[in-house]
């Protein structure tokens, strides 16, 4: 079992910046690989990015050149570094995790979720 803990939301203006962090705790979380996805009020929850052990990596092209998803192996702990922020990148941001290597957008192959982060973007 894995429990994951987001921090790190918050009002930024646009153009700013935030890092995002999702503090994992379980006997094997460290091997898991890890991934962001967001969910905007009134849209679905769409995938960000994810990170495997070995740090293979896959994003949304939404936020290709401007996030940036890293992990910290030995504190159990992964990055969302976000970037040139947009008023649409306004979301609850969620960690989540699976025992593979799958890094792909489907939110039903993660079986293990944070309660989420508030990222708010104003223009």
């Known amino acids: 079992q894995v429990q994951l803990v987001e921090s790190g939301g918050g009002l930024v203006q646009a153009g700013g910046s935030l890092r995002l962090s999702c503090a994992a705790s379980?006997?094997?979380?460290?091997?898991?690989?890890m991934a962001w996805f967001r969910q905007a009020p009134g849209k679905e929850r769409e995938f960000v990015a994810a990170i495997t052990l070995s740090r293979s990596t896959n994003y949304a092209d939404s936020v290709k050149g401007r996030f940036t998803i890293s992990r910290d192996n030995a504190k159990n702990t992964g990055y969302l570094q976000m970037n040139s922020l947009k008023p649409d990148d306004t979301a609850v941001y969620y960690c989540?995790?699976?025992?593979?290597?799958?890094?792909?957008?489907?939110?039903?192959?993660?079986?293990?979720w944070g309660q989420g982060t508030q990222v708010t973007v104003s223009s």
């Open positions: 989540a995790a699976n025992s593979g290597w799958y890094v792909g957008p489907r939110d039903s192959a993660y079986g293990f």
């Open positions: 379980g006997q094997t979380a460290s091997t898991y690989t």
